[in-house]
């Protein structure tokens, strides 16, 4: 399969530089059985009924990313994707040159040494506890001075992400009431997203994902495996955390890694009925997800349809209901 067929055009423009104020009030593009309305999130309360399940991704994301310089002056930015030990031993992503031996200079005495290079991944050893971390948003954000709240989800719990469920981003608290009143039940899970989902696929077939790691509590698999009405995922990530901890058509309740990739041709174990998702980039492994459960062209289609509508796209973007 080429990764080719996982390409649209997306102009600039459409991608969001910035979350809705409000975060309801983002467009909901929904294609119920075939047909396609567009609406908005707060309209999402009406394709639910008493019964159904809905599952979200309760991951907060962690502040990672120090601004600091090189002993020869030069300015750098480390994102810490994971700690490597208890010495204080983290791989990173580096924005500037490095190379084994170069020093790096923090704020309050803060000190790195990169003492490895492994592909696109410098290994650091800080002279103490890190701290003073950022948020990082995604690259193609260029407003890097967001209120890091609207890059929570109001359910979110553990930090351990490097990046929002985005998803998620579009419930309120009000909204979540809403749903609830109506007898729906939540579900809360965690997958922590790695910056590994979002790495470009130049050849599909040999493309690996790194490892997320997910949790799934007895309590959330029971409400999942009880329910007596539909099962709504939130995200590419709760499907992919379900379908890890798929034993049957059963969810079981899970603590561990993941590296499952799913894309077209991919064998679903959970019924699931309904995907809230965003607008995901070209040829993305996210994309590919979406593909997989609903329908590549039927899905690209969708998502020239909402171009042309002037729908946001990505992170901050708007919201694509899918109702099978």
């Known amino acids: 399969m080429d990764i080719n067929l996982f390409d649209y055009n997306l102009p600039k423009e459409r991608i969001s530089q910035n979350p809705c104020e409000k975060r309801e009030n983002a467009r909901l593009l929904v294609i119920n059985k075939g ?132 998803a998620g981003l579009h419930f309120s608290k009000d909204l979540i009431k809403k749903i609830e009143r109506k007898g729906v039940k939540i579900a809360k899970i965690s997958l922590n997203i790695g ?34 009405g539909r099962l709504f995922c939130v995200g590419t990530t709760t499907i992919k955390a379900l379908e890890t901890a798929s034993y049957g058509n059963k969810v079981v309740p899970f603590k561990g890694y993941s590296d499952l990739f799913i894309k077209p041709g991919y064998k679903f174990h959970v019924n699931v009925d309904g995907m809230i998702t965003n607008f995901h980039m070209p040829k993305s492994s996210l994309l590919l997800l979406v593909s997989a459960f609903y329908d590549r062209q039927k899905l690209l289609d969708a998502y020239k349809m909402a171009v042309d509508h002037e729908y946001r796209f990505l992170s901050f973007g708007d919201a694509m209901l899918i109702i099978k």
């Not at 696929?201 to 409400?223: R, T």
């Open 35 to 166: 047909k396609i309305e567009h609406k908005h999130f707060y309209d999402l309360v009406d394709y639910l009924s008493s019964g159904d399940v809905v599952v979200v991704n309760d991951t907060k994301v962690s502040p990672c990313k120090i601004e600091g310089r090189k002993s020869s002056g030069a300015d750098v930015e480390v994102v810490i994707e994971e700690k490597i030990d208890e010495r204080n031993n983290f791989r990173c992503r580096v924005k500037g040159r490095t190379r084994k031996g170069d020093f790096l200079l923090f704020e309050k005495g803060l000190k790195g040494t990169v003492i490895e290079r492994g592909g696109e991944f410098s290994y650091i050893h800080f002279n103490k506890k890190v701290s003073g971390m950022k948020i990082t948003y995604p690259y193609y954000v260029k407003n890097k001075n967001i209120d890091s709240e609207y890059y929570q989800t109001v359910f979110c719990g553990k930090e351990g992400s490097l990046a929002a469920p985005t």
């Open 195 to 228: 910056f590994g989902t979002f790495a470009m696929i130049h050849d599909l077939e040999h493309h690996k994902l790194a490892k997320e790691y997910i949790e799934i509590s007895k309590k959330s698999a029971d409400i999942i495996n009880n329910r007596k």
